[in-house]
């Protein structure tokens, strides 16, 4: 072994030496921690709770998770490079409002209505980027202020009432077979998505590379303000995608539609593994995430525990994940 | 100026022996050193000679290793800031330690605020600021913030507090590099007022000139010792002598005479002309050949970074061009420069280098992702497979490909940043202090690589600020001083003399002294 590496990476894939098998598993737990705690989870409340583990019930959890997954999902890139992004609610329900508006109030057919939509996200984050790489805004106060904004204008557009949804876009909250939840299968292609981005392609790459290290970004020939302006379009679209699939959800489109989801969008990209310094991040680790926070819900649910602590307990499931992540980085 | 023969001025501060060693380095080798009452003391040195780690020794930030220090003829232990404030010591150092927002009173009396009631006395608090600024000839009002004043005011109002801290002795780390020729003489009447009463000043200056007009006596520091004290009217050259007469002969692998011939009839891969940018850098001319090594020595804060920063592109400039193998760059585009074959190793590895926490494959291949791209798509696999290649040609040694870069030691670092260009294909590279902080050994590998990238063609400029480093892989040597390409030298031609009088300007008679170089710390 080389004799001036003063430690080990945290994720070789050849390791020299090493322990045998239960080091090995000891290793791939510490190193998925947010994976082990969703299997740890699932395997108490379904020792706890005979409903816990039937098929209804995971897909029930699945259904849960979507939106918040696809949101978490746009909020990697952000976090990923470094930044962050609180619009991500607003501009759902945004989105939501408008594909309401399009195909209700205006009659649009419901393809180009759910086009308009993704475009009205797009734009959204599209705004938030030239506000962060041309404005030179904190990514925190630009999109501060699209929480607001977009909030205020789907208000204006709505007249502050729900838009009841058309018969022709019914299809995309009901079921594919009779069982199988369109939302679940939105939300694993969106991952799919998430994943070739940040791992194939250019964007994605330089999203890692920005968050790692800006300045040695610029100095290797990323265009970073190009760069920012995809990442946070990206956001933007991945928002409107989860509005839409909100809105499908209630078969309506509500003025106060995913509001506070930004913070659950957030939560779900640290608990998998992200770090708010940037550089570090992956999409399933934000789909573990999601589902955690989801598995935890239905999970206090159905043993019954209020509403009011379940907030408290997910409060702690976060900070555990971080202060977890943190000691795992130290040793 | 007129220094009278001091009588046997008392005593305020001697130190005996002090060393002081860092992992692998040996900042300060017996030092000894004393400061009277009422006179200028002129420390002198080249970078990295230890007058630095000797100030913060006096200051209190860090611990002698062995050695001691006398505070009027007592021994005394400086544990930290405040025990050096208590001992009347008072360090101005380089970069301020000023909270510009807050007023000039809030800042000269910071943490210890007149107080009434438990409240803070504003009224008696500027009024006393006022006394103090009075002294130092700041006429702003006290309640200005600091953040509206000059380089020049702000170090005022730094020695308006050492002044409220009944300071006895004080040091000055190098006040003058920042200063324009006005400031530096009004600087110049408030330091002889403060030797007048009584206090002992420790100055530092790389400016030979300022010697003669401001001090009383020289200590030489060179590798850690002193290793002379000469009276302030000492001739330049003699001093220059004392400052680099040193007799180590490191061993650099490079044959330079063999290198300047055969360069001497290649092309040139890189041709900067009269590049300028306003108040930092001007009239920069010169070409570095396929196969050659262009070293650039100076002092800190001469604008070595800064131009080589603007050739690549990391920032823009007021007028000049830049040529790479004959194809002319935009300017402020490092884009470009990476399409034309030109890469910088920048002079903080960490800060602007790598991506600390990503693998050695993901750095190394950093700048090739681009034309690894199709359809948007990276090919990461191929990536990889180069720089498998790289690694191995460069001998990094690493766990494998994906071991985070923060964990491998400074000169594998250093190897993967420069490995990043190559496994780009660039031709022409820029080495910003490539073996600042590199362990000995290691330091030899890079200069082996050096040898091995000339050798197949490529270009390499080097700015480094170890003298026998730049002599000893250098073909050619620029020397900047002051913003500016002081002299040229070949390799037969650069001696230790000869680059340091160019850097320290004393062969440059009548230079046009408005320069304003960039505050840049060490």
Redesign the interface.
Known sequence: MATDTQQPGHRLDKRPGGGGPPQAIRRFLLDNGALSALVVLVAVLALVNGNFLTTTNLLNVGEQAAVTAILAFGVTFAIVAGGIDLSVGSVAAFSGIMLGWFTTTQGMPAFLGVILAILTGTACGLLNGVLISYGKLPPFIATLAMLSAARGLLLVVSQGNPILMPDSLSWMGENIGGWLPTQVIVMLVMGLIAALILNRTYNGRAMYAIGGNEEAAHLSGIRVRRQKLVIYTLVGAFAAVAGIVLTSRLASAQPTGAEGFELDAIAAVVIGGASLAGGVGKASGTLIGALILAVLRNGLNLLDVSAFWQQVVIGVVIALAVLLDTLRRRT | MTTPDPPPARELLRTEGIRKTFPGVVALDGVDFDLRAGEVHVLLGENGAGKSTLIKVLSGAYRADAGRVLREGRAVRIAGAEAAEKLGIATIHQEFNLVPQLSIAENIFLGRQPRRLGMVDRKKMEADAKVLLERVGVTAPPRTPVGKLGIAGRQMVEIAKALSLRTRVLIMDEPTAVLTSEEVDRLFAIVRRLRSEGVGIVFITHHLEEIPALGDRVTVLRDGRSVGQVPATTPQDELVRLMVGRSIEQQYPRETVKAEDAAASAAPLLRVSGLRRQGVFEDISFEVRAGEVVGIAGLVGAGRTEVVRAV?G?DGYDAGRVEVAGKRLPGGD??A??TVGLG?V?EDRK?????????VS?NLS??S??EA?KG???D?GGLRKDAARIADRLGV????L???VR???G??QQKVVIG?WLLAKSRVLILDEPTRGIDVGAKVEIYQLINELTASGHAVLMISSDLPEVLGMSDRVLVMSQGRIAGELTAREATQDAVMALAVGTSAPGSTSEMEDSPRGH
């Not at chain 2, 800060?351 to 693998?359: K, T, V």
């Not at chain 2, 040694?397 to 494998?400: D, E, I, L, W």
């Open positions: 690549f990391a490092v884009c420069s990476h910088l920048p800060g602007q280098g790598l991506l600390p926490d990503a693998s993901d950093l700048v992702m681009r791209s948007g798509l990276v990461r040694r690493m766990a494998g994906d071991q985070h964990t491998l030691s000169g594998n990043k």
